[in-house]
């Protein structure tokens, strides 16, 4: 069967540190990727998808980058934290070429604190 | 663009009692949706999808969610709420845009079942 890893799953980091966050999938291949953020534990913004090795596409312009190294590993990176980039993080992947019926599966989340 | 609203922010019912949770989409094709619950620092779990045929999803966990097209509502129910089943829903719609099979979601809805 297929398991979603997330790792942290807490971090507390000073504003202007790196960042790295990092998901992988086991148990498919070519997964599409996903990097959502929760604010303040309600509504989902969509930051990043990949839909294969190194092809990485935004959402929304930020401080944050993603890259996809290998087929069953996403990261989520920053240079330098702000204090808004404080959240929580969730990794979701779906089975690439799947029918538009096929739910994202989750990774249990991260949770940043910017301080 | 696709969208999904529910217009609760929190939704207090008492154990045994049937439940509801709203949610309405705005889509510009056939409509792919989703209910996802989420405990505390945790990612989402999928409930259920409705994707074509009857407008009675059933789902995980004893929940089920009625599709009404003419309404374009798509509302999550139980027939007997559990204290357990205290948690943040979201309902999410299928993008179509780009074919990257993202979610959008809505904003969330707090169930409180009280004993």
């Known amino acids: 069967s297929q398991t979603i890893h997330q790792w942290p799953a807490t971090l507390v980091q000073p504003v202007g540190s790196p960042l790295s966050l990092e998901c992988t999938v086991e148990g498919t291949s070519n997964p599409n990727l996903y990097w959502y953020r929760q604010a303040a534990g309600r509504g989902l913004q969509l930051l990043f998808y990949s839909v294969g090795i190194g092809q990485i596409s935004s959402e929304v312009p930020q401080n944050l980058s993603a890259s996809r190294p290998q087929d069953r590993q996403f990261i989520l990176s920053s240079k330098k934290l702000l204090l808004s980039d404080s959240g929580f993080y969730l990794c979701a992947w779906r089975q690439e070429g799947s029918s538009y019926n096929s739910p994202l599966h989750f990774g249990n989340g991260t949770r940043l604190t910017v301080t | 663009a696709q969208s999904v609203a529910q217009p609760e922010d929190q939704v207090n019912v008492a154990e045994g009692n049937p439940l509801t949770v709203k949610c309405t989409y705005s889509v510009s094709g056939n409509p792919y949706l989703f209910w996802y619950v989420q405990y505390p620092n945790r990612g989402l779990q999928f409930l259920l999808k409705y994707i074509t045929g009857d407008n009675l999803v059933k789902g995980s966990y004893g929940f089920e969610a009625e599709f009404n097209k003419s309404q374009t509502s798509f509302h999550l129910k139980k027939p007997s709420a559990l204290v357990s089943d205290s948690a943040l829903y979201f309902c999410?719609?299928?993008?179509?845009?780009?074919?990257?099979?993202?979610?959008?979601f809505g904003q969330g809805t707090t169930l409180q079942v009280k004993p």
């Open positions: 999410a719609v299928r993008d179509y845009s780009g074919n990257t099979g993202k979610l959008i």
